[in-house]
């Protein structure tokens, strides 16, 4: 089959590619379902920029989740973009938005605190903003797959960094599955990402499920809570619990290519996979530094066993 592209204008500078398989119905380019000819199929529903700003995958007649592009618009606000919802399978979210503390922590995000001295993660009036500029789709059967082309900028509006970043969903067994490629190009001059806690690919896991009021932590080495596991080097991290009665939980994973790395894990439920915890980073002129991760929204409890299995697989992005 063949993939036709669709340039759609969304405003702000922006533009979104939608790819759908040529034998699929009409395209909705402003809210519709993204087509599909099949119950299953994954789709991509691009939300009312008005209103929400926000691609919603689904699969089938479930929700996964959204992914909240972010701007100034005073209805709107957001810094940089972030993923939440997230559900499992069987609905039951599994991340917070914006927290009762620390409202920065916003689902699943990408961001850090010292960027050639510039904040990307704290929504602060000196903060630097995480700006999508250009949004690519496509889905399958089985996945859905939205790329982003994003600037880094300062709070003067000056470019400090560009980055892309694919995010593609599949479902599996008992999970939901998010695979995150982030790649930061050096693209305005050379880039130092100092020490610090406030980085890379975060998670804050829904109140019900954290470690504060009664949920598990556990990381790929077998430590349990999260002064045992914060700031140690980790394939792997899992919260997990109950809402109602019903057990699932959120697993945050550094792919093999970016493991070990340290975490920044929190009793109410954050955690960090964060590589310059203790080090810093530099990104010479004109060149990238990637990073990946996977997050899963699974019911039921997963042994260790199943999470590194989930970890070492050949799918990864």
Known sequence: MHTDLVSVDVGEGRSVTCGTMRETSALHTTHGLWPSTQHLH?????????????????????????LNLGGSAKDL????????????????????????????????????????????????????????????????????????????????????????????VRRKRQAHVLDILTSLHASHGSLDLGVDNHAWVGCRTIDALDYDDGGQMLDSEGRHGPDAINSNPIRWVTNSGAI??????????????????????????TSLLNPTMFEPLH???????????????????????????????????
């Open 244 to 269: 109602g009665e019903h057990t699932c939980g959120i697993t945050v994973m550094a792919h093999p290519d970016s493991s070990p790395v340290p975490v920044f894990a929190r009793f109410y439920g």
């Open 283 to 317: 990104i010479d002129d004109g060149d990238s530094w990637a990073f990946g991760a996977r997050v899963i929204a699974h019911d039921g409890l997963p042994s260790a066993s199943e999470i590194n299995d989930w970890w070492s697989a050949s799918d990864q992005e």
């Open 42 to 66: 994954m789709q991509i529903e691009q939300q009312h920029p008005r209103f929400y700003d926000r691609l919603k995958i689904h699969d089938g007649d479930r929700t996964v989740l959204a």
């Open 77 to 168: 606000f957001l810094m940089r973009p972030c993923i939440h919802p997230f559900y499992t399978p069987d609905g039951y979210p599994v991340t917070e938005m914006g927290a009762h503390n620390f409202p920065h922590h916003k689902g699943v995000w990408v961001g850090h605190a010292q960027v050639n001295g510039v904040n990307f993660f704290h929504d602060l009036p000196d903060a630097g903003w995480i700006v999508p500029i250009e949004t690519h789709m496509e889905t399958t059967e089985a996945s859905a797959s939205i790329h982003l082309i994003l600037e880094w900028r300062d709070q003067r509006g000056t470019i400090i960094a560009t980055e892309t970043r694919r995010h593609v």
